[in-house]
């Protein structure tokens, strides 16, 4: 009778979730603050990192460092990102604005006045991952964010 009511549940819970109509830029629609950056495999291994932020902030109090990054998407398909960056009290803030699309897992992000950005990504609950590879470079980028 368990193995029964777990079905019946599964499936009530398949039926449940595709019976949402949000369209991805509804879904993705938010303020998503940066959780986790991985820069990995780099030409210049000074370039691979690995930096765990709280609530948007990284902090290295060693090297008196201080990184906030977040970005708003809106159902629109505009958006806007936040970031900052403060070395030694030398504080450096920048927004950027433009226009996105989603094409099945690629989003591409249009800068005001810029080239577009082409970008992997996945949503799984409050987490958006946005990845990207870089020819010169040879690093792979993994942004985790939450809203």
């Known amino acids: 009778m368990k193995l029964y009511s777990f079905f019946i549940l599964a499936a009530s819970l398949l039926i449940v979730s595709g019976c949402g109509n949000d369209s991805p830029e509804e879904e993705i629609a938010g303020t998503?603050?940066?959780?986790?950056?991985?820069?990995?495999?780099?030409?210049d291994t000074n370039e691979n990192q690995n930096l765990t932020f709280s609530n948007g902030n990284y902090?290295?109090?060693?090297?008196?460092?201080?990184?906030?990054?977040?970005?708003?998407?809106?159902?629109?398909?505009?958006?806007?990102?936040?970031?900052?960056?403060?070395?030694?009290?030398?504080t450096e803030n920048n927004v950027e604005k433009g226009i996105f699309t989603i094409s099945g897992n690629t989003l591409t992000f249009c800068p005001s006045g810029a080239e577009c950005n082409v970008r992997e990504y996945m949503i799984s609950?409050?987490?958006?991952?946005?990845?990207?590879?870089?020819?010169?470079?040879?690093?792979?980028?993994?942004?985790?964010?939450v809203r």
């Not at 629109?76 to 936040?82: A, G, L, M, R």
């Not at 609950?125 to 964010?145: A, F, H, I, Y």
């Open 32 to 43: 998503w603050k940066a959780s986790k950056l991985v820069n990995a495999g780099c030409a």
């Open 59 to 90: 902090v290295d109090p060693a090297l008196n460092l201080e990184l906030s990054l977040s970005i708003t998407l809106n159902a629109d398909k505009t958006y806007s990102t936040s970031t900052s960056s403060s070395i030694s009290n030398a």
């Open 125 to 145: 609950g409050n987490t958006l991952v946005v990845r990207s590879s870089e020819q010169d470079s040879k690093c792979k980028t993994e942004l985790t964010l």
